[in-house]
Structure formats: structure tokens, C-alpha cells
């Protein structure tokens, strides 16, 4: 599934969702290659912080390299030497490149920035590094930018209701496969304030940088001939709900700078698509499987064949169940 790609990120839409399951499966069966691994925040933790349940451990190998703050390798169960210490700084401390020299448990805390991470990255690159690897988060909006392709993980962790769970992942895929706008608006990347793209080609620079503040402005400054509407930061929960409640009127499409950029909950997300809203990206997410797990922490799982089988029916994409480090692809 992963190839044809050197950079990989894994990402879940919820905690524990199996995106550390699907890591762990990765390495295992690249052990003979020189693999590198990072992260988006911090993973590799014994409990979440949040729920308190125990969450999947990342497993490293010798020969593995490792791009990890400096306050986490005191708990390093690994073996390992320092390779390279960067100036790239964290609220663990600054990043260090080491070189796993015995396998164990790793804790990996990484960048969080687009800028420090796309650095990063160039640097594991430099090393005749195989793939690297990125224990990422959907809410992370370095994806588009940093990574070559995605692996998407969904876990029973979510939801007792195996169909809130499908549900949901049904969503999370469609926004990660949002349609790229024409390279003609690639001059939107540059912009840090709505805009408004007019019919005859036009633009109007509003001198708002988010669309939460000055809503009222950016929905009177809307007319007829408003074809598209920029907005630089996060599609919002307070303007996608405006947005609805608009719904008889003309509206403009949207564009954003990537899937990442959407911060709404699955009800009003879902209602955009139910309207048939036509949002547009600048940056794209390659998905190019989805990754399962049937077990949550919490002590219920879904059934093995139910679940993949619904997921079957929502996407063409490859699905695999981390469990089984088995791989299907469905017709």
C-alpha cells in the first residue's frame, strides 16, 4: 500500500483509533529497510491523556531512526545513539535524530508546525532514509503539506455503534478526498484575508484573516455574482451554521487551503454535504487506504467481517485490518 511513497503520514479521527496499531504494523514488515518515524505532537504514550486508557506503544528496531524531543528520550525503553541534534524546538525540548541500536518502546514527541516539520523532513531525507514515517492527527494541518500520501485509521474507540462509526469515517473520507481547485486560483495560497472571486474574474480583498470575527460583514459583502469565497484559515463551526441557515439564498462555493482546514462537527459537516456545497482545496490529501481497528481499549469490539464489509461499502480505497496486518483490496 505504501510503496511508491517516502513520505507516510497515519493519521485517526479519534484517540486510540489505531493509527500507533498501524505504525507498529508498518515497521514490522519493514524491518530489513532503513526506516525513519516522527510524529505530529506527541505518541507512543502508555495512557491517553484524556481517557486514561492504556493506548498502543511504538516498538522500534536497531537500524530504525527516530526524530524525537529531547525530554523523550529520558523515557526511552529503546537503545540508542544520537545521530544529529537539531535547532528544532518543542515544548519537550529540541528535536534529536537518534539511531535505534536495540529494539523497545519509544516515546516520539515531534513538531507540530508546518515550517518545523517541513524542515525536519528534509533533514531525515538527507540520511538515505527508505520512508519516512509520521504518527500524525487529523486535526494537524501539516498533512497536505509535508506528506506524500495518507493512511487513514478508524478504530471501534470512537463509538460503541459500529453505524456512528462508519458514519463517521464516511465523512472523514470525503473531506480528506475534497476536489483541488484550478490551478488558476493557486494565487490564493499567498492571501491571508478573505476573499470574495467574482463571476467576472474579480476579486475583493475583505481585510478580515478569519471568518469567525466579522461575520455579518463577509455575508453582506456576498451577492449574486460572488462565484467563490477564500478563507484562509478554518472552516468554522460558527460560519458553516450562517452558512446553512443561508441556504436559500445564492451562496458562493468555498475554497480552502486544505481538507485539514474544515473544524466542524460531523452533524454540520454533514449538512453542508447534504446541501451540496461545493468546497475546493489549494493542497490535497493522497488517501490511499484506510486502516481498521475492531478492538477499543474499552473492552467491546465490533464483529471482524461487519465491520470491514461496511467499510467496503463507503470507499474503493484499500482497507486493512491492523489486527491481522492483512490487506484487501475490494473490487
Same mark, same amino acid.
Given at each position: 500500500?505504501? @510503496?511508491?511513497?517516502?513520505?507516510?503520514?497515519?493519521?485517526?479521527?479519534?484517540?486510540?483509533?489505531?493509527?500507533?496499531? =498501524?505504525?507498529?504494523?508498518?515497521?514490522?514488515?519493514?524491518?530489513?529497510?532503513?526506516?525513519? $518515524?516522527?510524529?505530529?505532537?506527541?505518541?507512543?504514550?502508555?495512557?491517553?491523556?484524556?481517557?486514561?486508557?492504556?493506548?498502543?506503544?511504538?516498538?522500534?528496531?536497531?537500524?530504525?531512526?527516530?526524530?524525537?524531543?529531547? @525530554? %523523550?528520550?529520558? =523515557?526511552?525503553?529503546?537503545?540508542?545513539?544520537?545521530?544529529? /541534534?537539531?535547532?528544532?524546538?518543542?515544548?519537550?525540548?529540541?528535536?534529536? #535524530? $537518534?539511531?535505534?541500536?536495540?529494539?523497545?518502546? %519509544?516515546?516520539?514527541?515531534?513538531?507540530?508546525?508546518?515550517?518545523?516539520?517541513? *524542515?525536519?523532513?528534509?533533514?531525515?531525507?538527507?540520511?538515505?532514509?527508505?520512508?519516512?514515517?509520521?504518527?500524525?492527527?487529523?486535526? *494537524?494541518?501539516?498533512?497536505?503539506?509535508?506528506?506524500?500520501? %495518507?493512511?487513514?485509521?478508524?478504530?471501534?474507540?470512537?463509538?460503541?455503534?459500529? +453505524? +456512528? =462509526?462508519?458514519?463517521?469515517?464516511?465523512?472523514?473520507?470525503?473531506?480528506?478526498?475534497?476536489?483541488?481547485?484550478?490551478?488558476?486560483?493557486?494565487?490564493?495560497?499567498? &492571501?491571508?484575508?478573505?476573499?470574495?472571486?467574482?463571476?467576472?474574474?474579480?476579486?475583493?480583498?475583505?481585510?478580515?484573516?478569519?471568518?469567525?470575527?466579522?461575520?455579518?460583514?463577509?455575508?453582506?459583502?456576498?451577492?449574486?455574482?460572488? *462565484?467563490? #469565497?477564500?478563507?484562509?484559515?478554518?472552516?468554522?463551526?460558527? !460560519?458553516?451554521?450562517?452558512?446553512?441557515? *443561508?441556504?436559500?439564498?445564492?451562496?458562493?462555493?468555498?475554497?480552502? &487551503?486544505?481538507?485539514?482546514?474544515?473544524?466542524?462537527? /460531523?452533524?454540520?459537516?454533514?449538512?453542508?454535504?447534504?446541501?451540496?456545497?461545493?468546497?475546493?482545496?489549494?493542497?490535497?490529501?493522497?488517501?490511499?487506504?484506510?486502516?481498521?481497528?475492531?478492538?477499543?481499549?474499552?473492552?467491546? %469490539? !465490533?464483529?471482524?467481517?461487519?465491520?470491514?464489509?461496511?467499510?467496503?461499502?463507503?470507499?474503493?480505497?484499500?482497507?486493512?485490518? =491492523?489486527?491481522?496486518?492483512?490487506?484487501?483490496?475490494?473490487?
Amino acid at each position: 500500500m505504501i @510503496e511508491n511513497y517516502e513520505v507516510v503520514s497515519i493519521v485517526g479521527n479519534a484517540k486510540n483509533a489505531g493509527k500507533t496499531t =498501524v505504525l507498529n504494523a508498518i515497521v514490522e514488515n519493514y524491518m530489513n529497510r532503513v526506516l525513519a $518515524i516522527t510524529s505530529i505532537g506527541l505518541d507512543g504514550e502508555v495512557l491517553d491523556n484524556i481517557s486514561l486508557l492504556p493506548k498502543p506503544r511504538i516498538f522500534v528496531h536497531p537500524g530504525m531512526i527516530v526524530a524525537t524531543a529531547e @525530554e %523523550c528520550l529520558k =523515557v526511552c525503553e529503546a537503545q540508542f545513539s544520537i545521530i544529529a /541534534d537539531t535547532d528544532i524546538q518543542t515544548s519537550l525540548g529540541t528535536i534529536k #535524530i $537518534i539511531h535505534i541500536t536495540l529494539a523497545g518502546y %519509544c516515546l516520539i514527541g515531534g513538531p507540530s508546525t508546518i515550517k518545523a516539520m517541513t *524542515r525536519l523532513i528534509e533533514l531525515l531525507k538527507s540520511m538515505n532514509i527508505y520512508k519516512i514515517l509520521i504518527d500524525g492527527a487529523f486535526s *494537524r494541518k501539516t498533512l497536505s503539506k509535508v506528506t506524500d500520501a %495518507c493512511l487513514f485509521a478508524v478504530g471501534a474507540v470512537l463509538s460503541p455503534n459500529i +453505524d +456512528d =462509526v462508519i458514519k463517521s469515517a464516511d465523512l472523514t473520507i470525503r473531506q480528506f478526498g475534497l476536489p483541488r481547485i484550478s490551478k488558476e486560483y493557486d494565487y490564493l495560497e499567498a &492571501k491571508d484575508n478573505v476573499t470574495l472571486i467574482m463571476e467576472s474574474g474579480n476579486t475583493i480583498d475583505l481585510m478580515i484573516d478569519s471568518a469567525i470575527t466579522n461575520m455579518d460583514m463577509i455575508f453582506e459583502s456576498i451577492n449574486n455574482e460572488t *462565484r467563490f #469565497i477564500y478563507l484562509p484559515g478554518s472552516l468554522s463551526q460558527m !460560519f458553516a451554521k450562517e452558512y446553512i441557515r *443561508r441556504r436559500k439564498s445564492k451562496l458562493p462555493s468555498i475554497i480552502l &487551503k486544505s481538507p485539514t482546514h474544515i473544524v466542524l462537527p /460531523d452533524l454540520i459537516f454533514s449538512q453542508l454535504l447534504q446541501m451540496q456545497t461545493k468546497i475546493y482545496v489549494l493542497n490535497t490529501i493522497n488517501l490511499i487506504g484506510i486502516a481498521y481497528n475492531p478492538f477499543s481499549p474499552s473492552g467491546y %469490539c !465490533f464483529d471482524e467481517l461487519e465491520f470491514r464489509q461496511k467499510l467496503i461499502n463507503i470507499t474503493d480505497l484499500p482497507i486493512i485490518n =491492523v489486527m491481522h496486518e492483512s490487506e484487501e483490496r475490494h473490487e
